[in-house]
Every structure is written in structure tokens, then in C-alpha cells.
């Protein structure tokens, strides 16, 4: 009997690429940059299985084309905002994710981007590798402490969660505002909850960690901006279009908060052209949270997983859409 045909979007951990080799016939994308749409299209045409990233639009268009046999699609990101998971559940197509995995990794990141950007790393760095360091001076490089500061956490998901943990080891004051109260939490992890324009008011850090959707699309923009004290550090770690990227440039700019971290932009990646490029209170990295070896492992490792169980007609291990199963 012939393997089931499955297409890879991009070079994973080569472990998983085995586990994937040894039950099908897989053809993998080589490139470091997406396939273009018209290749991508004909590359999952007649395929059985798909591996894909944050970076590929899967749609009902890509779906159609893939055609029937399509059994399942496996992200490896936790993140999927780029499938169209409802056309897959109606055709019956399990959506695999890896969630759980980053968190660590993404927890970590979000401090070094507070304190990279609080503390003025990179551009002290810059200063450094320019040729410009000609004395110790006690008004060079003035950032914002953490030791002691308010923490707002907009969103209280797995990520946020850890990284009030951290916060905790610098006695951080932890300030958090999500669609849902965590009253279950508050009490350990010395959590307050806020509403909105407190946790912009008071936040000497503010740190976003929501999933990307209509209702946070530029959560963040001109009046959050206006509301949030000139010295505040923000971060995201969680998607651009969370943030909007003319409002943070205005801000940045003129005062109105002293600096930022990125990890996400919109777009992705982020023009060379870019004003944001420009500022030196703007550190801007390219997507790289969840890039401990650790996490990118068991990613690629558990969308492995996903894919051959979705080949072998069994449950994924991580599944966006379980109501799939239900209907069978
Ligand atoms: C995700 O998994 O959604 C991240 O953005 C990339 O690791």
C-alpha cells in the first residue's frame, strides 16, 4: 500500500521530520523564506497531510485544492489565527496546535524584552559598538527599575501566568485585566485585578499577552496611549496587530511612554522603512519568544505528532477543533 503524501512548509527539528518520513511520503519546503501562494496551493494539492506555520494562510481556497483526502492540517505554533478553523471543521479536517510547550520560553522572553528595553540595553550596545564609550557618566543610559515596579498583565492566559510568576521574584506590584477574572489565582500569585484604564494608568511596565482577534486588534492605540504615564515600558510578546504600530510610533516619539519591546509587529516582518526602526527607545525582535531550543523541540516534536496521528485516523494530541471527533 502506497504512504500517505504529506507536505511540509518549512525545515522543523529533523527528529520530527523523521517521525514524519517513516509513515509518509513527505515533501518539504527547503526554503527559509514561505513558499509563495501560488507554489503553496501546488504543493498541498492532493496531499493527505499538512505541516504548516504562522506564516502560511490556510484557507478554504488552500483546502479546496488539497482536495479530499486532506485529513489533517498541523500548526506548529500556538497560535493559529492564519487557519480558517472553522472551513476545516466543516470539512471534518482536525487543526493540531502546540500549546503548553513555549510557555516557558515565551515567559522568559517577555522579561528579557522588559528589561532589555526598561534598562536600555541595545541601545547602550549600539552606543558601545559605535565607538562612542568615552566615559562612565552618571546621567547616561537612565532606564526604568523593576525591582519594585507595577506590572500590568493584559491577559492571564498560560504565558501571562507565568510571567506573573516571575514578576513576583523581582516583588513586583502584579496588576492583570483579562475577559475573564481569575479570582482562583489572585490570592497566590499576589494578583490584582483591574479594569482597563487603571491597569494603563498604573502600569509602570504593561505587558500584553491576548490571542490576536477582532476585539484586540489595536487594543492598544492613541487613547491607550494618552492614559499610560510617560515613563512606562510596554511589551508584547503576543501578536502585532495587537498594538497599533502609528499610535506606538507617535508615542514613542513624542514622550508619551519612554520605551518598548517587541517581539511582534505588523506587519510581519517588519518593513525596512519602518518609522518604528528609527527610535532608539523602540527594541524590535524578529518573532523570537518561543525560540529556546527547549520549546522549538517539543513544537516540532508534538506537530510531528499531530500530523501522523491525523494520518493514522487517530485524536491529535493538541487539537484546536475537537468538535471534529463529535461529529463522526
Ligand atoms: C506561536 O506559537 O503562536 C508563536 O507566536 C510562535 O512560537
Redesign the pocket.
Same mark, same amino acid.
Given at each position: 500500500m502506497s504512504k500517505p503524501k504529506v507536505f511540509i512548509s518549512r525545515e522543523i527539528f529533523p527528529e520530527a521530520i523523521e517521525m514524519v518520513r517513516k509513515v509518509a511520503d513527505t515533501d518539504l519546503w527547503p526554503e527559509e523564506t514561505p513558499a509563495p501562494r501560488d507554489v503553496l496551493l501546488s504543493k498541498v494539492s492532493g496531499v493527505d497531510g499538512l505541516l504548516c506555520l *504562522?506564516t502560511d494562510k490556510i484557507d478554504s481556497e488552500l483546502m479546496e485544492i488539497a482536495g479530499p483526502r486532506l485529513k489533517v492540517i498541523s500548526?506548529?505554533?500556538?497560535?493559529?489565527e492564519n487557519i480558517d478553523v472553522k472551513a476545516a471543521t466543516k470539512r471534518g479536517i482536525p487543526v493540531g496546535?502546540?500549546?503548553g510547550v *513555549?510557555t516557558h520560553?515565551?515567559a522568559d522572553f517577555t522579561f528579557t524584552l522588559m528589561l532589555a528595553a526598561g534598562r536600555r540595553l541595545i541601545d547602550g550596545t549600539n552606543f558601545v559598538k559605535a565607538g562612542k564609550w568615552r566615559t562612565w557618566h552618571p546621567l547616561h543610559f537612565l532606564g526604568k527599575e523593576i525591582y519594585g515596579s507595577t506590572l500590568g498583565l493584559i491577559g492571564l492566559g498560560r504565558i501571562g501566568l507565568e510571567v506573573a510568576k516571575r514578576a513576583t521574584g523581582f516583588q513586583m506590584n502584579i496588576l492583570y485585566h483579562d475577559i475573564v477574572r481569575r479570582r482562583d489565582l489572585e490570592e497566590q500569585y499576589s494578583l490584582t485585578y483591574v479594569d482597563r484604564d487603571t491597569i494603563l494608568k498604573q502600569s509602570d511596565f504593561l505587558s500584553l499577552h491576548v490571542n490576536l482577534n477582532p476585539e484586540t486588534y489595536h487594543l492598544i492605540s492613541e487613547k491607550e496611549f494618552s492614559i499610560m504615564k510617560s515613563t512606562a515600558v510596554l511589551v508584547n510578546?503576543? #501578536?502585532g496587530p495587537v498594538i497599533d504600530p502609528n499610535a506606538l510610533y507617535w508615542a514613542l516619539k513624542n514622550g508619551e511612554i519612554a520605551a518598548a519591546g517587541l517581539?511582534?509587529t505588523e506587519p510581519e516582518p517588519i518593513p525596512d522603512d519602518d518609522p518604528l526602526l528609527t527610535l532608539d527607545n523602540c527594541i524590535i525582535a524578529p518573532?523570537i519568544?518561543? &525560540?529556546s531550543i527547549e &520549546? #522549538?523541540q517539543e513544537?516540532s516534536r508534538i506537530a510531528a505528532q499531530n500530523l501522523v496521528n491525523g494520518l493514522q485516523g487517530e485524536k491529535l494530541v493538541e487539537c484546536v477543533n475537537p468538535e471534529v471527533y463529535a461529529k463522526t
Open positions: *504562522l500548526q506548529i505554533a500556538v497560535g493559529y496546535y502546540t500549546p *513555549l520560553a515565551t510578546a503576543a #501578536r517581539d511582534v518573532h519568544a518561543s &525560540a &520549546a #522549538r513544537m
